[in-house]
């Protein structure tokens, strides 16, 4: 009785809680078990350093969409409006952030990733395909989620293609798409509008012209 008890322990705690998951990043299955623990522990510093080149680009990009904002801002805008349109457009975040790494760690909310069971389970390795050089992976979860990992030869270790892994990343990161496009509406209406007053003006000089020679 006591043996049975302990294997149903032994068989929670690896459905659960990972126990006995291969975690070494050597490994693709064990690269992403490891991010993935890294994810729920909330340890963003450690899934960041577990994270493809491609994917620490994609952020550095980002960042430099806040600062083109933030110059957009500087140039365009009246000086009083600088303060309150940076903290519309997120630019404001140029000031604390230097480089995408500072960015994923900024807007990355750990302690609002999921932790149900169910969740747990599905994230489990279903199977592991390597390609033919042996330098990218991809790891078919049981709830069907696909990781694609690419392998680092130089520091001997497999990385998580974090973007082009996770689709929901696009919609997470809308909030700057909408913020960039609303600021070059403000943009084009305050040259329209500055425009116009500009014809306007002209439109009457050239009126008080002909009066004056009449």
């Known amino acids: 009785m006591r043996t049975r008890i302990i294997g149903i322990a032994l068989l929670l705690c690896f459905l659960l809680t990972g126990c006995g998951k291969k975690l070494d990043p050597s490994d693709p299955e064990g690269a992403f078990n490891l991010f993935w623990q890294h994810m729920m522990d909330g340890q963003s510093e450690a899934m960041w350093d577990l994270m493809a080149p491609s994917s620490h680009e994609y952020f550095d990009q980002q960042l430099e969409r806040l600062h083109q904002m933030d110059e957009k801002i500087g140039r365009y805008l009246p000086p009083t409006d600088h303060t309150l ?3 519309q457009a997120g630019s404001i975040l140029t000031d604390e952030i230097k480089d ?6 900024k807007i990355f909310k750990p302690a609002e990733v999921p932790k149900e069971e169910a969740i747990q389970v599905g994230m489990q390795v279903e199977q592991v395909t ?3 050089d042996q ?3 991809a790891v078919l979860t049981r709830g069907g989620q696909k990781v694609l990992l ?8 497999w990385e998580v293609m974090f973007v082009e892994s996770f689709a929901e990343l696009g919609t997470a990161m809308g909030w700057l798409e909408s913020n960039e496009t609303a600021l070059d509406q403000t943009i084009e209406d305050l040259i329209s509008e500055e425009r116009r007053e500009r014809e306007s003006l002209i439109a009457e000089l050239m009126g008080y012209e002909e009066e004056s020679a009449n």
């Open 150 to 157: 690419t392998y680092d030869q130089e520091n001997e270790k």
């Open 85 to 87: 349109a940076r903290k």
């Open 100 to 105: 995408g790494r500072g960015l994923f760690l």
């Open 135 to 137: 330098k990218s992976a």
């Open 130 to 132: 390597m390609s033919e």
